[in-house]
């Protein structure tokens, strides 16, 4: 009795952390030249401080709030138009200290340039910044779309950092899944992290999907349901330590690959893919998942990849090994995951799992498009390589997504009995 008690503590404890998110944290850089001499913000006081005048507004404000309260003293302030023209400020030395959101770092890294940006600059400090997330104005022709009580639509987000950071950043995988619980449908759409599309934040203006997740998981949700004239009431965060720690709490997976490729380096970890069936374990499961230059198909490969083992954890889920690796599973996703799931919602939807063990459907496709150049939202005047949709995929897509809501079975769906 008392270890069933503690058991029962320790998994209420875990899905209260995980469950009912509501916030967003934001990592904000304060950065000065690598040679100087300054090694705290109270060192930079007397600075100007370089600012962005209207990307990612509101966090700055917040920042430059947090520097005013800790030096007890306001600061000079100067602000720039965009993310290179903000970094030039602190090369000419117009500026002597710049806020800048760390989750723009890689994307500097992108543009000729800026490529060793991170070896000309020191961070003095990071601070997080959380607001609320809100839920963003649709379009008419999504919002009227009425919620069934038995769909379900969930983005997943899956953000590239380790440890239990569950941050504002860009995300690397997003993918829809539309579930229908009275056909036990599950339909997953895998975008490109490079689809160009406008962000619903950008007013208008173009920009890689990935590049949403800088803004919040709010950003991304709502610029995928204009994309997909939809309504996603969920979402799901998962950093690549949790993917690890899940899949190897699962005891690994047997993950289908469509094609026989290595992995670089890149990837994080050096393994060959068969084609066919594979086991992996968690290292080699997020190897799988990362890989794209190794893919004749690049980007669209990947989110195959991706659905692959989202379909192998969740038939794996569902069977008795679910059961037998409960307390490791646990553990595993209380740090590095996070979602506006309630725990009440999350308790309901495995009870009704356990006690009628049904057989699931799952179908995947990816959107399409093709490679180009183009400036983005985020980065200015500089062009960034994206990939432009193709209409009559995305088409395709919102088609499916309106057959499964409407209860048809789709013909070509795995099975979780397989």
């Not at 799992?353 to 180009?372: C, F, M, T």
Request: net charge negative; proline share 2%; aromatic share 6%.
């Amino acid at each position: 009795l008392v270890v069933g008690n503690l058991f029962v503590l320790h998994t209420y404890n875990t899905l209260t952390r995980i469950s009912g998110v509501n916030t967003k944290t934001s990592q904000i850089g304060i950065y000065v030249l690598k040679n100087d001499a300054a090694q705290t913000i109270e060192d930079a006081k007397d600075y100007t401080f370089g600012t962005l005048s209207s990307l990612d507004k509101k966090n700055t404000q917040e920042a430059v709030k947090q520097i005013q309260t800790l030096l007890g003293q306001p600061v000079k302030q100067q602000s720039a138009d965009g993310v290179t023209k903000l970094v030039d400020s602190l090369m000419d030395g117009s500026c002597g200290v710049i806020i800048l959101n760390h989750a723009y770092l890689p994307i500097l890294s992108e543009m000729e340039g800026y490529t060793d940006i991170e070896n000309k600059i020191r961070e003095l400090d990071i601070l997080d910044v959380n607001t609320v997330i809100e839920e963003q104005t649709k379009d008419t022709n999504v919002s009227q779309k009425q919620d069934a009580k038995n769909i379900i639509r969930l983005y997943i987000s899956g953000i590239d950092t380790r440890g239990g950071e569950i941050i504002n950043t860009r995300s690397d995988v997003n993918i829809i899944a539309t579930i229908n619980t009275d056909t036990k449908q599950m339909l997953l759409v895998s975008t490109p992290r490079d689809y160009f599309v406008p962000l619903s934040i950008s007013n208008g203006v173009p920009d890689k999907l990935t590049h949403a997740g800088i803004y919040g998981t709010d950003a991304s949700m709502a610029t995928l349901e204009r994309l997909y004239e939809m309504d996603i009431q969920f979402f799901g965060r998962v950093n690549f330590t949790s993917l690890i720690n899940i899949v190897d709490a699962l005891g690994g997976l047997e993950v289908v690959s469509d094609e026989e490729f290595d992995t670089g380096w890149e990837s994080g970890a050096m393994i060959h893919v068969n084609e066919g069936v594979n086991y992996f374990d968690g290292t080699s499961a997020l190897a799988f998942c990362r890989e794209r230059h190794a893919l004749e198909d690049g980007d669209n490969a990947r989110g195959r990849h991706q659905q692959a083992v989202i379909t192998a954890m969740i038939k794996k889920m569902m069977s008795p090994a679910m059961l037998r690796g409960a307390t490791e599973i646990i553990d595993s996703v209380s740090d590095g995951v996070d979602t506006n799931f309630t725990m009440e919602q999350i308790q309901s939807l495995v009870k009704t799992q356990l006690r009628k063990n049904p057989e699931w459907h799952i179908y995947s496709v990816s959107a399409e498009g093709y490679g180009d150049k183009q400036t983005c939202y985020s980065s200015g005047n500089t062009p960034l390589y994206v990939t432009i949709p193709n209409e009559q995929s995305v088409a395709n897509i919102i088609d499916l997504i309106n057959r499964v809501e409407a209860g048809e079975v789709l013909d070509g769906s795995t099975n979780t009995s397989e």
